[in-house]
């Protein structure tokens, strides 16, 4: 019983999905959060292609589009909270309050 090209693009989602939340949830480090979270947002777009195919072309390329402003704002973060702070644990945020 050979797997279908949907089935093998669904399991990898999975596994792409996975990694990410293993990312977020285990690191402290804000820089790796971030690209757990952008590992986990490649995971469900990979889920969105492998089930609609070609007719969703449109939707993935603004969902990269988004993806990529994610990072983007969420890395400047990371920059002011790295200026602020001297540290990139997420732990030591809660010390950033004004």
Same mark, same amino acid.
Not at 3 to 30: H, P, R, T
Not at 39 to 62: D, E, N, P, R, W
């Given at each position: *019983? ?11 989602? #999975?596994? =792409?999905?996975a990694? &990410?939340?293993?990312? %977020? ?7 790796k *959060? ?6 986990m947002?490649k995971g469900?777009? #990979?889920a =969105?292609?492998g089930? &609609?195919?070609?007719? %969703? ?23 002011n ?5 001297k ?6 945020m809660?010390k950033?309050?004004?």
């Amino acid at each position: *019983m050979a797997l279908e090209i949907v089935q093998i693009d669904i399991m990898f989602a #999975l596994i =792409f999905l996975a990694l &990410g939340l293993y990312c %977020v949830l285990s690191k402290k480090n804000l820089v790796k *959060m971030v690209i757990g979270l952008e590992i986990m947002a490649k995971g469900s777009t #990979l889920a =969105f292609i492998g089930m &609609g195919g070609a007719a %969703v072309q449109g939707y993935v390329i603004i969902a990269i589009s988004i993806e990529a402003i994610v990072a983007a704002v969420a890395l400047s973060i990371i920059v002011n909270v790295w200026k602020q702070s001297k540290s990139l644990d997420s732990s030591k945020m809660g010390k950033l309050r004004g």
